[in-house]
T-cell receptor, first 111, second 115 residues
Framework: GENVEQHPSTLSVQEGDSAVIKCTYS??????FPWYKQELGKGPQLIID?????GEKKDQRIAVTLNKTAKHFSLHITETQPEDSAVYFC??????????FGKGTMLLVSP | GAVVSQHPSRVICKSGTSVKIECRSL??????MFWYRQFPKQSLMLMAT?????????EQGVEKDKFLINHASLTLSTLTVTSAHPEDSSFYIC???????????FGSGTQLSVL
């Protein structure tokens, strides 16, 4: 089955800095890679996703890059704000029904 | 994106009682829904896949008789934790595929505390 590794487990940045979270996956057949943001006591919220036919996708301050050859993908958040503080999960799978989640990254943005 | 509504958000119950958690897809139909369990500071663990009109599919190690799933309509799935015990205390989250089955959306979660 799929195995997803996520790093770092904790990331502290100053407001305005960029934050990068990296994930690797093992199943070369995986073709869907979403990222979720989870605030304390709430369910995960889909913030961006990418499919294997695209190398990069951007949505305002958030971007995701995918390297199929190396089997890794990354989340990039620019101009971080305190409200970006949360736990971020990456996931990989052959579509939404087979997603395997990473262990999460706690992002702390200090004012 | 699609909205998944989950209730209750928090429940406290006595050991031995049963608790029902509802998951609804708003403004879209979901023939499949997923139930997860999440321990503090840990990732999401898939418990079961709920299928409208048929039996749920449980992941290995998940007790079918302990976690009863019913998916009686295209917009509602329920998870009943039967004879709850303190070790069942956890955060339970449901999800459903939306946006023409292209993406997975999550409910707001239910924090279950069994005394």
């Amino acid at each position: 089955g799929e195995n997803v590794e996520q790093h770092p487990s904790t990331l502290s940045v100053q407001e305005g800095d960029s934050a990068v979270i990296k994930c690797t996956y093992s199943d070369s057949a995986s073709n869907y890679f979403p990222w979720y943001k989870q605030e304390l006591g709430k369910g995960p919220q889909l913030i961006i996703d990418i499919r294997s036919n695209v190398g990069e996708k951007k949505d305002q301050r958030i971007a995701v890059t995918l390297n199929k050859t190396a089997k890794h993908f990354s989340l990039h958040i620019t101009e971080t704000q305190p409200e970006d503080s949360a736990v971020y999960f990456c996931a990989a799978g052959r579509g939404y029904s087979t997603l395997t989640f990473g262990k999460g990254t706690m992002l702390l943005v200090s004012p | 994106g699609a909205v998944v509504s989950q209730h209750p958000s928090r429940v406290i119950c006595k050991s031995g009682t049963s608790v029902k958690i509802e998951c609804r897809s708003l403004d879209f139909q979901a023939t499949t829904m997923f139930w997860y369990r999440q321990f503090p500071k840990q990732s999401l663990m898939l418990m079961a896949t709920s299928n409208e009109g048929s039996k749920a599919t449980y992941e290995q190690g998940v007790e079918k008789d302990k976690f009863l799933i019913n998916h009686a309509s295209l917009t509602l799935s329920t998870l009943t934790v039967t004879s709850a015990h303190p070790e069942d205390s956890s955060f339970y989250i449901c999800s459903a595929p939306g946006d023409a089955n292209e993406k997975l959306f999550f409910g707001s979660g239910t924090q279950l505390s069994v005394l």
